[in-house]
Nanobody, 115 residues
Framework: QVQLVESGGGLVQPGGSLRLSCAAS????????MFWVRQAPGQGLEWVSK????????FYTASVEGRFTVSRDNAKNMMYLQMQGLKSEDTGVYYC????????RGPGTQVTVSS
């Protein structure tokens, strides 16, 4: 079955950077759009970024455009999210998903942006 495992989160100061990773297994990763979604404290799931199966096109929600970069390595069944210029409002649990609404996702990785 689909298995997704996120890693790379942590505590970072405003303006800092983190790189999240997503390890995928149990499905034909190279055939699927992949998504990053996040959940801020007390909030619902929010779509952050998506990438086409071959990685040729990427899309971002407006609040992270220009700061975050999504990529994938289909040979390794991995997806990444490079986050720069982090802000306090980026705090939350980040999930990789095979659905834009996060319906199928991993356990998540916590990102905390605080001084």
């Amino acid at each position: 079955q689909v298995q997704l495992v996120e890693s790379g989160g942590g505590l970072v100061q405003p303006g800092g950077s983190l790189r999240l990773s997503c390890a995928a297994s149990g499905f034909s990763f190279e055939d699927f759009w992949m998504f990053w979604v996040r959940q801020a404290p007390g909030q619902g799931l929010e779509w952050v970024s998506k990438i086409t199966p071959n990685g040729g096109s990427t899309f971002y929600t407006a609040s992270v455009e220009g700061r975050f970069t999504v990529s994938r390595d289909n040979a390794k069944n991995m997806m990444y999210l490079q986050m720069q210029g982090l802000k306090s409002e980026d705090t939350g649990v980040y999930y990789c998903s095979t659905y834009e609404n996060g319906a199928v996702r991993g356990p998540g990785t916590q990102v905390t942006v605080s001084s």
